[in-house]
């Protein structure tokens, strides 16, 4: 049967109603729509399913959104790992000043003691914003590092020099479309963030090569 926002309004009044009888709080759960293909991105409060009464009832309303592609390569998670982590959105919040900062939460298995596994729900801390690097930032940053030097080397001794300025020759692109870091799959952000951190510690650095009417830079290993 479809619930109009009419009858859907009585029945949230029916929780109200109980919440005033009773003085306590109730939390109602509730689907989102599916995005249509092809389109991501997060899940507003107008993406909840059924009739408008229900979050137009509410004083706050919640919304549990996925961790992002870009968000998990910052953090250093893996892709098949990005199903494990959430972050909690504060979609509607009638007498609640903005959130200082986004709440993220993780799905993680509990041994019990029949040797049974579960899932539950644990705090979980954004790596480098809020927390240190996590353990696999670190691993994900030297990975990115590792495949940044490693290819650098083999395309200077190949003549195919990068630079660090931009435009053709630009390191992070043009090593992004090397086998290296198409096998570790290391995108051009990584590779941008490595370079940065690979001339911070004077890994590498920038030297100039031919003719004084045409010099040009390279990026070499130190």
């Known amino acids: 049967m479809k619930m109009t926002t009419g009858k ?16 306590c709080a109730i939390a ?27 979050k ?12 992002s ?20 959105d504060n979609a509607k919040g009638n007498y609640l000043p903005p959130p200082k900062k986004a709440t993220w939460r993780k799905f993680v298995n509990v041994m019990l003691a029949n040797l049974d596994e579960v899932g ?19 691993a994900a940053d030297l990975r990115a590092e590792h495949i940044f030097l490693e290819t650098l080397q083999r395309l200077n001794l190949a003549g195919r020099f990068v630079n660090e300025r931009g435009g ?8 992004a479309k090397e086998k290296e870091a198409k096998q570790a799959k290391i995108g051009k952000a990584a590779l941008e963030e490595a ?10 650095r920038v030297e100039t090569y031919g003719p004084p009417s045409h010099m040009k830079s390279k990026i070499v290993v130190v």
Do not use: C
């Open 120 to 138: 539950v729900i644990v705090p979980w801390v954004f790596p480098g914003a809020d927390a240190p690097p996590s353990p696999e930032k670190v």
């Open 195 to 204: 370079m940065r951190r690979l001339f911070e510690k004077e890994t590498i």
């Open 168 to 175: 053709r020759g630009h390191a992070p692109p043009t090593i």
């Open 69 to 88: 592609e870009k968000e998990a390569q910052d953090a250093g998670i893996e892709a098949f790992e990005r199903g494990s982590y959430f972050r909690v």
């Open 28 to 54: 109602l759960a509730a689907h989102t729509r599916k995005m249509p293909a092809g389109i991501g991105g997060d899940y507003g409060i107008d993406d909840m399913r059924g009739a408008g009464a229900i």
């Open 56 to 67: 137009d009832a509410m004083r706050l309303v919640r919304i549990l959104n996925y961790i």
């Open 8 to 23: 859907m309004d009585a029945v949230v009044r029916i929780f109200a109603g109980l919440g005033d009888y009773h003085n």
